[in-house]
Structure formats: C-alpha cells, structure tokens
C-alpha cells in the first residue's frame, strides 16, 4: 500500500506544483488504484509515474472546486481509449454526476466503459465495504460541501508457519487448508495438532485519511483517529490563521495539531499555496513539526509507503 502524489498545490497550477490529485496504490492488496481528486492536468502527472489508468477502479471527489475536478473528463475520456471494458465508481457531493456528464455531452465523447456515481450523502457515512477494505466519510468545513475519507484496511489472517509443520512430517496438500482454518487436525501417526498454533497472528489492518479543503473541524479528528497517514491541506501559514478561516482552509499549525489529536502516525502536508516556493515551504513543514512531529510535506510525485504495524509483525 502506497499513497503517490501527483498534485500538491492549492488553486492554480505552478511549475512546481499542480492541482490536487493524490493516488492511492493498492497494487497488492487488489491489483486497482484509488484516485482522490483530479484536478486539471492529472493525466499528464499520471504519465510520469508508474500508475495505468485502466488500474484505476475508484475516484474520490473531495469537492467540486476546479482544481480538485478539472482533471476527470479528460482522465476518463483518455481511459477509454487505453481500457474500453473496465468500469469505475466515481464517489463524491451531489452535482459530480452532473458536471461529468454534461462535459461528456457537450464535448460529444463516448466512454467504452460504464461508470458508477456514488453520491456522498450531506452527513457522512459509510460508502463502501467489501472484505478488504471500507471507505468512511465525513462533512468538512469549506465553503461548499466538502468531504474527508477514511480507508480502513480489514485485518490480515496469520500465515501459516509451514516451516514448522514440515518439521513435524506435515507435507503440503488440503491438510494445510485445514490447519489454516484453525481446524484440529488429525496426522497420519494418529497425533492431533490444534490448527492454531501453527498460524501467526494477525496483522491489524491500516488506516488511510485523505482529506479535502477545510477550516480545522471535529469531522477531521474523527475520520483520523489512530490513522496511520493523514493527508491534510496546508494552505497557509500559522501567522495567516484569521486568513485561512476566512477562506475556509488550513494552517500548517491546525493540520499537525489534527493529526497530534487524532493520534495518527504520521501527517502529510499537501494543497500547497503558489505563493510558497521551496524555502517557504518548508516553513510550513517547520511549523507543524512543532506541534507534530512526524510531518512530511509533500511534493509532486512523491511516494509514501504504509507498511503494516510494527508489533504486529514482531
């Protein structure tokens, strides 16, 4: 699991920045990307990294501001020349269904693929579950309807210690099923092994919140709480708090002091302003780090891996 950053700025398109889009690589756990956001010139970010759109099979919209959709007719209509079959499920507030398809309309384009619109209902909730992973979601505090997300990975079974049971004779076959069930299980000398204790434990699953503009609210707490990575909108500086409330987003200052109550592991820093070039901008990774040490500020293109808990693994 792996988020990748293809846009990190705020409003307009820098050199050094683009518009929001961020991806979220589940290449292992189900061989599919989530993208969250897709702001203007998204495809031509995707074209520097790895990421094949027909891999995408979910699109989050945080909100319908422009530098956060501008990017998803001309991502979706370039996908169906690379995919014409596979489908994908578009979530985000009422009017992304609209804004879709009315591009698609007036621009007389035809997708070989079918979508599905999800609407985020007005207070939150659950969107999507399946048995890997469900995708919560909750209302921010921006100027128009905003939404944050939270990813929950299910727990992951213990492996099966195969090493172990072919010490004692266990060769592989449907028994291995068996005691990977935790089933008792009955050996060809007559000795009974308890399943159980040839299994490894659990792996808790992971967390991922990925936020969308916002003043510094409750809602952004919730969907954090003991998450493994926020990501946060960092749009201002602490010294621009009364600036940043005005305009419904974020100081650097209020991000980490999120993350520190949430009791994540790790902040990211992204929605970038243009006004901030690279000195100042990490500034801005400063002042959080004050509050919050475990903060990256992102740039385009960079990777952050989400490995599984340590103890766990232990």
Same mark, same amino acid.
């Given at each position: ?41 998204? /495809? ?6 790895? +990421? #094949? ?5 979910? +699109? ?9 959709? %501008? ?12 995919? @014409? ?12 269904? =609209? ?37 919560? =979601? ?9 939404? @944050?997300? #939270? ?6 079974? @213990? ?21 990977? #069930? ?15 204790? %040839? ?42 708090? /009364? ?10 200052? /209020? ?36 509050? %919050? ?22």
């Amino acid at each position: 699991m792996e988020l990748q950053f293809l846009g990190t700025g705020a409003g307009v398109p820098a050199k050094h920045r683009n518009v929001s889009s961020v991806a979220l690589k589940l290449l292992d756990e189900r061989n599919a990307v989530w993208l969250f956001d897709c702001g203007e010139g998204t /495809q031509q970010q995707i074209l520097h990294t790895s +990421i #094949r759109p027909r891999k995408i099979e979910k +699109i989050f919209i945080t909100h319908l501001h422009g530098d956060h959709i %501008f990017g998803l007719p001309g991502l979706l209509s370039s996908r169906s020349f690379q995919d @014409g079959t596979t489908p994908v499920a578009i979530y985000g507030p009422k009017g992304v269904e =609209t804004f879709v398809k009315t591009a698609m309309r007036i621009s007389g384009t035809r997708l070989g693929y079918p979508i599905q619109y999800v609407e985020v209902p007005e207070n939150g909730g659950v969107i999507f579950k399946d048995e890997q992973f469900t995708v919560e =979601t909750l209302p921010l505090a921006h100027g128009i309807a905003s939404f @944050g997300y #939270r990813i929950i990975e299910a727990d992951h079974e @213990g492996e099966l210690q195969a090493e172990k049971l072919k010490s004692l004779g266990v060769k592989p076959g449907p028994i291995y099923g068996k005691i990977k #069930r935790g089933e008792q299980v009955t050996l060809p000398d007559g000795t009974v092994i308890n399943g159980k204790d %040839f299994v490894g434990a659990k792996r808790r699953g992971r967390i991922v919140t990925i936020l969308g503009d916002t003043r510094k609210t409750p809602n952004s707490i919730k969907l954090g709480l003991n998450a493994d990575v926020i990501v946060h909108e960092s749009t201002y500086r602490k010294d621009e708090a /009364q600036m940043a409330h005005a305009r419904f987003h974020s100081t650097s200052k /209020q991000a980490a002091e999120v993350a520190a109550d949430a009791n994540a592991k790790q902040l990211v820093l992204t929605h970038i302003s243009s006004r901030y070039l690279a000195k100042e901008a990490q500034e801005l990774e400063k002042e959080a780090r004050a509050h %919050f040490e475990a903060t990256t500020l992102a740039k385009d293109f960079d990777v952050i891996e989400i490995p599984f808990h340590e103890e766990e693994e232990k």
